[in-house]
């Protein structure tokens, strides 16, 4: 039996694939069409310190290879969370990875203290590149001095593992990301949907209500892969790579790149059984190949 399981930080997961932030909801739609228990982690759509209405419709537009979404980060809040959404995640084994933010560093500091103290949740995962919400989001993860900052203050309140969710569009992704390792963070998520829009030539006007959105899917994995690489290469603590996986042979790539372990997000919406599919496929390519441990893979890009 080739070996599957993958640390990240102080988590170990007995595989390495989970689902992207907003794509799987808080996960019961996808619980009668796969068995949540196969997952390395759930990550749940991100959470908020009150519901958020999101962005007006249209929220999701389909392009080519890809899908662009302007949600706004729609959210029903930290208290019905814990109260409605997190005790059905609790019946399962797989560990909970809360995905959040806030419009303030006090904010995303009071949201991971709320959700830090619900039992059942494993790790945090810190989104500081939402391409779509007016204030907050990208903005926080797009300086050095930004993300050192609101990663420094989740570490030094919270005692679960934080994870720090960042973008693409910055001008230096080693920088950034040892913005986030050097202030303690126990992994990096890379990376979010790229800012992206269309246009509707009939009206002229945006297709999306807000105007401008974020694009994932396979479209996006050239991008994602160069970032994950950039900041494998830059940074000790554990990538978790995402960005147009659809298949276990996407999944290959990124660990080849340096990631430890993969979110898939876009690819949910097609096919809901995309990441057990994944998880399969990682297992025959090791048998294949003879190869009895999948973190021989990790990191191992010859030049
Ligand atoms: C509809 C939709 C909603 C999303 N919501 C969130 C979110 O709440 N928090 C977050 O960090 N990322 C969010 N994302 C970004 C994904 O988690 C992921 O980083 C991105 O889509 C790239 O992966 P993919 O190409 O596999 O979809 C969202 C993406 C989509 C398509």
Redesign the pocket.
């Known amino acids: 039996m080739p070996i599957l399981n993958v640390h990240v930080g102080p988590l170990e997961l007995q595989n390495p694939v989970m689902?992207?932030?907003?794509?799987f909801g808080y996960g019961e739609e996808y619980a009668s069409l796969i068995d949540l228990n196969q997952l390395g982690a759930i990550?749940?759509?991100?959470?908020s310190l009150t519901p958020q209405q999101g962005n007006p419709p249209p929220?999701?537009w389909e392009t080519c290879g890809?899908?662009l979404?302007s949600?706004g980060?729609h959210?029903v809040g930290v208290e019905v969370f814990a109260q409605e959404r997190l005790p059905f995640l609790r019946r399962f084994s797989t560990p909970v990875i809360v995905?959040f933010?806030g419009h303030t560093i006090d904010e995303y500091v009071e949201v991971a203290q709320k959700v830090s103290a619900l039992e059942g949740v494993a790790a945090l995962?810190a989104?500081l590149?939402?391409p779509n919400i007016k204030e907050g989001g990208i903005h926080f993860g797009s300086t050095y001095t930004s993300v050192a900052k609101i990663t420094n203050s989740l570490i030094r309140t919270i005692k679960l593992p934080i994870i720090i969710?960042l973008s693409s569009q910055v001008s230096s992704i080693d920088e950034i990301a040892k913005a986030a390792e050097g202030e303690g963070a126990h992994a990096i998520?890379l990376?979010?949907?790229?800012p992206a829009m269309a246009i509707d030539l009939g009206s002229r006007r945006p297709l999306l209500g807000g105007v401008t959105g974020?694009?994932?899917?396979?479209?996006?994995?050239p991008i994602?892969l160069k970032t994950v690489w950039e900041a494998a290469t830059a940074v000790k603590i554990p990538i978790i790579g995402?960005?147009?996986?659809?298949n276990y042979k996407d999944a290959l790539e990124f660990l080849i790149a340096g990631a430890t372990a993969v979110?898939?997000?876009?690819?949910?919406?097609k096919n809901p059984r995309t990441m057990v599919e994944i998880i399969e496929g990682l297992d025959a390519f090791l048998r294949q190949n003879g190869i009895d441990d999948l973190k021989e893979i990790i990191g191992s890009l010859k030049p």
């Open positions: 689902p992207a932030a907003g794509t990550v749940t759509k991100g959470i929220r999701i890809g899908v979404n949600i980060l959210n995905n933010f995962e989104n590149s939402c969710k998520t990376i979010n949907s790229v974020g694009l994932s899917g396979p479209a996006i994995k994602a995402a960005g147009g996986i659809t979110q898939v997000g876009t690819a949910n919406f």
